[in-house]
């Protein structure tokens, strides 16, 4: 949510901040979440230092050897026209400003600064092969919360080119930065041009940021799904240890396990003495949970490498003396696993709703409709599901598959597209949308338990959500408006990812 945004006006760097080691190879999803929201500031490794000097000093003798796309030629479909020697020092310039035409609105700062940290560590795997004070000067801009402006629209997945041209220009000293603390202004050369703008770091930053929110809701999600079973007198059998042995989907049993730890169930419980068998909004909870948390994994593993990877084009090999012309920026794998993320997460709330609906009624709750008072005709909760459908359908246009589209680009030469930077948007997208659905189940399922006189557990792990929603949640059943209800339970779910 926009709460969790720090601007660079409120940045306050703290000297004892924990330190993230910046080396080209273990840099984490958590990782780039602490530096882009200033919980840690970035410390480049000697060894990757030096590895990145010495691709840089490599990189300027093969341009000046031979032809090097970039350096000594132009990009794109002008690949084939070279560049003056006597022209050279300007190119680089000349390039990132001719790149550097990114439109739409301007990005928060806490994505640019993730674009920053993932872009200040692939340099340090040691192919890009740029001087290495450009290394340090966005060091420096993640220590200080500096940041230079940077606008949405400008990347179709191979190479976020324009947004990483606006931060070419803002290191020579050429475009704004927001905040205090901007580095010196660099010397940038058509040795540095390229190689700075060749990655798709924003997309990957956005994406770690993303994944960071989104896998903490659908862990709060599992807390409420657990409090709404407890108000319904849902069955515990479908989180039974025997039947997710029978079907091992890794993710499915784990949120099994877990259902059964926040609700206090045994892993063989007795048969229900009321209905045989609850809707699919508790029976199938562990089905469609948990290839969400699958996805999420997935997702995990190919930001991991990714976010660590030499992928510029041409990649700097040094120890061959050679520039190798490739297509490593292309980005299939981010795209697919975040539309396949998208895809999970929408399942995942959909089911919410699902439970939204039983809360409504009687038969299950035993309560009047909608969860109302003893006002005639009262609506109650009534509004909710229309709201939750609302904010679903969002998520749901968010789900469309951005790997489908296609682009022809560059007089024909650049072919295809991934549209990752697509899929990095509607995940940050996703967020509130996501967000806003579950909290409407929250506000339900606390009306229905608190109206039923139910208390769970204080010692189990669905009590304590329920104490904690208690302390937030307004008790007043009578109808009136629910907006600022959905709003406090929103911001609680973070609290209870961490239950």
Avoid at 442 to 456: C, G, K, M, N, Y
Wanted: glycine fraction near 8%.
């Amino acid at each position: 949510m926009s709460s969790r945004i720090v601007d660079a006006s409120e940045w306050v760097p703290s000297a004892r901040a924990a330190t993230v080691v910046l080396d080209g190879n273990g840099l984490g999803v958590e990782d780039v979440v602490r530096l882009a929201d200033g919980a840690a500031r970035p410390v480049p490794e000697a060894d990757a230092m030096r590895r990145a000097e010495h691709a840089w000093k490599a990189a300027r003798q093969i341009a000046a050897a031979g032809r090097v796309y970039g350096r000594s030629t132009g990009v794109g479909a002008n690949r084939n026209e070279d560049v003056p020697a006597a022209a050279a020092a300007g190119h680089g310039l000349r390039l990132l400003r001719s790149h550097a035409g990114a439109i739409g609105g301007q990005l928060p700062a806490r994505q640019v600064r993730a674009m920053l940290a993932v872009r200040a560590n692939q340099l340090l795997a040691g192919g890009a092969g740029l001087r290495p004070s450009v290394i340090t000067a966005l060091c420096k801009a993640l220590e200080t919360g500096a940041h230079p402006v940077v606008n949405e629209f400008g990347s179709v997945g191979t190479g976020d080119i324009a947004a990483l041209a606006q931060v070419g220009l803002a290191l020579a000293g050429e475009h704004p930065w927001r905040g205090a603390g901007a580095p010196e202004p660099q010397p940038l050369d058509n040795n540095d041009a390229l190689a700075l703008i060749s990655s798709n770091a924003l997309s990957l930053g956005q994406s770690a940021l993303a994944l960071h929110e989104l896998r903490g809701l659908v862990g709060a999600t599992q807390v409420v799904a657990a409090l709404s079973l407890l108000a319904v007198d849902g069955s515990h059998e479908a989180y039974s240890a025997p039947v997710h042995a029978a079907r091992p989907h890794r993710g499915s049993a784990e949120v099994a396990r877990r259902m059964r730890a926040l609700i206090g169930a045994a892993d063989r419980p007795a048969p229900p003495l009321g209905r045989i068998q609850d809707p699919y909004g508790f029976r199938c909870l562990p089905q469609i949970h948990g290839p969400a948390h699958d996805a999420a994994d997935a997702l995990e593993q190919v930001l991991t490498v990714e976010i660590n990877a030499a992928a510029e084009n041409p990649l700097i090999a040094p120890e061959d003396f050679t520039a190798y012309h490739h297509g490593g920026f292309y980005q299939t794998q981010l795209a697919l696993a975040l539309d396949h993320f998208r895809l999970a997460l929408t399942q995942v709330a959909r089911l919410s709703t699902s439970r939204l609906s039983t809360l409504n009624e009687p038969t299950y709750t035993r309560l009047r409709p909608f969860l109302a008072d003893h006002e005639p005709a009262s609506s109650g909760v009534m509004i909710l599901e229309y709201a939750a459908g609302a904010a679903l359908g969002d998520l749901r246009a968010f789900s469309a598959p951005a790997s489908l589209g296609h682009a022809v680009l560059s007089r024909g030469v650049e072919e295809q597209a991934s549209f990752a930077s697509l899929a990095a948007r509607q995940a940050m997208r996703s967020c509130d949308a996501y967000r806003l659905v579950i909290a409407c189940e929250l506000v339900a399922a606390v009306r229905a338990l608190r109206q039923r006189d139910l208390r769970p557990d204080p010692g189990l792990p669905a009590g304590q959500a329920f104490a904690l929603a208690e302390t937030v949640l307004n008790p007043d059943t009578t109808d009136r408006p629910l907006t600022d209800d959905v709003t406090a339970a929103a911001a609680l779910l973070d609290r209870f990812a961490a239950i």
